[in-house]
């Protein structure tokens, strides 16, 4: 590992020996974590995921991220990114996800530049000239308000399409779940503990789904309201 951050939606970051400027700067250890795998982790051990073999932690905000929990422990990977599928592309895209959008990655498509938290202002913009933040699209929505529900729309074919190829692979694991939480203190879109499961449902093969579970403290999807 080179110690220096990457492929961080805070792009000054990317490239810099973070940890060590702190220890410098504090003059202690620093420890840093990334907080897809921490949240995915306390999911598995005590919260949503509990009991779960394998447990796919997402995190939808001003980026999108993710952790791989296999049976209790952490799964980083080779290189220490296991589980960011932010940057994996959209999984068949549709007339309306043309032209593919540019990701400071470098790349076009990304899954992140469709469902971080500023995609979904922008897609609404797009389509309709008016800037609005996720939580008003929401509220909007919720008062029968058609573009903005268009919108939320779109925006749910887009997560249920790119979850969808994230329990393919997961399925292969016997008790694969996957526990889609939002970041405390971010915009909460309740809906989507409701619609995601359909969604991905949709797209995926016929067979028992490892369906999306809200965050321990949330109540069901079915007993959600919008």
Not at 9 to 21: F, H, K, P, V, W
Not at 31 to 40: E, H, K, P, Q, Y
Not at 159 to 172: N, T
């Amino acid at each position: 590992a080179s110690g220096l951050i990457k492929n961080a939606n805070s792009t000054c970051l990317i490239g810099q020996a973070l940890r060590g400027d702190l220890e410098n700067l504090l003059q202690r250890e620093v420890r840093l974590a990334n907080d897809a795998n921490c949240f995915a982790l306390s999911e598995a051990i005590d919260g949503a995921g509990r009991g779960a073999e394998v447990v796919f932690g997402v995190i939808l905000g001003t980026g999108v991220g993710g952790g791989i929990v296999v049976r209790g422990h952490l799964h980083a990977g080779a290189n220490a990114i296991a589980g960011e599928w932010g940057h994996n592309p959209l999984p068949l895209p549709e007339a309306a996800d043309l032209p593919l959008p540019a990701c400071y990655c470098g790349r076009s498509g990304c899954i992140e530049t469709y469902l971080c938290g500023p995609a979904l202002t922008r897609d609404h913009a797009l389509q309709t000239g008016e800037m609005l933040t996720p939580v008003q699209i929401d509220q909007q929505a919720s008062a029968g308000d058609l573009a903005c529900e268009a919108t939320l729309q779109r925006y749910e074919a887009r997560l249920g399409r790119a979850l969808a190829g994230k329990q393919a692979h997961h399925q292969a694991h016997r008790g694969a779940r996957v526990a889609a939480v939002e970041r405390p203190g971010r915009p909460r879109l309740p809906r989507l503990l409701r619609t995601t499961p359909i969604r991905t449902g949709s797209t995926c093969m016929p067979a028992r789904s490892a369906s999306p579970i809200p965050p321990r403290g949330s109540t069901s999807p079915s007993s959600r309201r919008t």
